[in-house]
């Protein structure tokens, strides 16, 4: 199983694709080599290697007996440091490298935390991202950075044109999955970080899709109930457009779109089975939309991002990320947020969300949008967060910030722009 994760591990480093895609492509691949549980296995050792690689790494390069950390090493690591592994039974991964067994020997009988780790390997982040992260948590960096290497739970938005949260929950129950309410969405359902509920018939039935509760109340804050004409700019594959369908109880015109023809088909079998039938999928056309500017009611940009606010979920991407793809994702945003504000109203609200808990794509881009767009103001997120969502709001506002270690969400941002009448 250590050589496999290994060679998983080996398949999603340097593919730029999501780690998600790669897994799923290398265990059909291999699926008849092992069994559910060594399946398992695999899986949460690679997780887990690409979460803690920062302090993996730090082990294996300190010190004279150091080593170029590659994914060999830092599986023999892992299984010592975090599993009380014996050098002996991984030296065979290594063929007999003699440099290799005095690393692993040196190893044996400590832990994943040293005193004297540095703060990049010690919250296992990319140290050119400490300075960014420091200054969007401020004091708080410490605690989040360590919620954020502590596996996400799974987090299910319950389909209200079909059933109600307690239904969903019976549902489940049936199906052996115990799982309890979101304590903010009220839409939601929290299962345990290993449920999976993809193969249930409460999913098949389209009563429930998986989708982190920040997510869940981003989409929530657009109000889109009563609406006529409402955009999903960034739709992706849809999951906000299936809250937003809900919310308009399948009344009024609701446009899904994206620059992915594939996103959208997966958008349209979901849709499909959720039984939203108001909405319409079709890719971005700047004919269409210079034809429908002025019009909408709500924008909503999901805008692509660093996922920053997704480790916990994704820790691949924090290894991926570099500070030229920074650079290109803070000038998209800004292109699209000027693109979207076109098809808005007078009076219309467009919401801008990111899954970032990084200053310069949100609180930066959303000043730099309105010294460009002085016609739009901001709508503090507390002036609508009992309507839309309901109970005490958890930010001060003006925007949403949500984080893993206070919310107990991805981290999400989301600011309501007003187009003045």
């Not at 302090?55 to 294996?60: G, Q, T, V």
């Not at 994943?112 to 390997?121: E, S, V």
């Not at 709001?393 to 910030?401: D, K, Q, R, S």
């Amino acid at each position: 199983m250590a050589e496999a994760a290994v060679a998983l591990l080996d398949a999603m480093f340097p593919s730029r694709d999501t780690a998600d895609r790669v897994r799923h492509a290398w265990m059909k691949q291999h699926h008849r080599q092992f069994d559910a549980a060594e399946r398992e296995a695999i899986i949460q050792i690679s997780d887990d290697v690409m979460r803690l690689r920062g302090r993996l790494d730090w082990w294996i390069s300190e010190g004279q007996a150091g080593l170029p950390p590659d994914n060999r090493l830092r599986v023999a690591a892992y299984r010592i440091l975090n599993g009380g592994a014996k050098a002996s039974g991984l030296l065979p991964l290594f063929g007999g490298d003699k440099a290799v067994e005095v690393l692993l020997r040196r190893l044996e009988g400590h832990t994943l935390d040293h005193p004297d780790m540095p703060a990049a390997a010690r919250h296992s982040v990319p140290e050119w991202l400490l300075p960014a992260l420091k200054k969007r948590f401020g004091g708080d960096f410490d605690m989040e950075l360590a919620a954020m290497l502590r596996p996400a739970p799974l987090d299910v938005r319950v389909n209200t044109l079909k059933t109600t949260r307690d239904a969903a929950m019976a549902a489940l129950a049936a199906e052996d999955l115990r799982c309890q309410f979101t304590p903010l969405s009220p839409i939601g359902l929290r299962l345990s970080p290993s449920a999976y509920v993809n193969n249930t018939q409460a999913f098949a039935d389209g009563l429930l899709e998986p989708q982190d509760e920040g997510s869940q109340i981003a989409a929530l804050l657009v109000d889109a109930a009563g609406c006529k004409f409402v955009a999903d700019f960034c739709a992706g594959a849809g999951g906000k457009t299936l809250v937003l369908g809900t919310a308009m109880r399948n009344a009024g015109r609701l446009v899904a779109m994206d620059v992915s023809e594939g996103r959208l088909t997966q958008a349209k079998l979901r849709l499909r089975r959720a039984g939203v039938h108001n909405a319409e999928c079709r890719p971005l056309e700047a004919k269409w939309l210079k034809r429908h500017g002025e019009k909408a009611d709500r924008v909503l940009v999901d805008a692509p991002c660093s996922g920053s606010g997704t480790w916990r979920r994704k820790p691949d991407a924090k290894w991926r990320l570099t500070p030229q793809d920074i650079a290109e994702l803070t000038q998209r945003q800004a292109e699209i947020l000027d693109r979207a504000a076109k098809l808005l109203r007078k009076g219309g609200r467009l919401v801008y969300v990111t899954c970032s808990v990084l200053k310069e794509e949100n609180e930066d881009q959303v000043a730099a949008f309105l010294k460009r767009h002085p016609d739009f103001r901001v709508l503090p997120v507390t002036d609508v967060w009992e309507k839309t969502v309901g109970g005490a709001c958890p930010v001060p506002g003006p925007y949403l910030n949500l984080t893993p270690a206070r919310h107990g969400t991805d981290g999400f941002f989301a600011a309501i722009l007003v187009r003045n009448a």
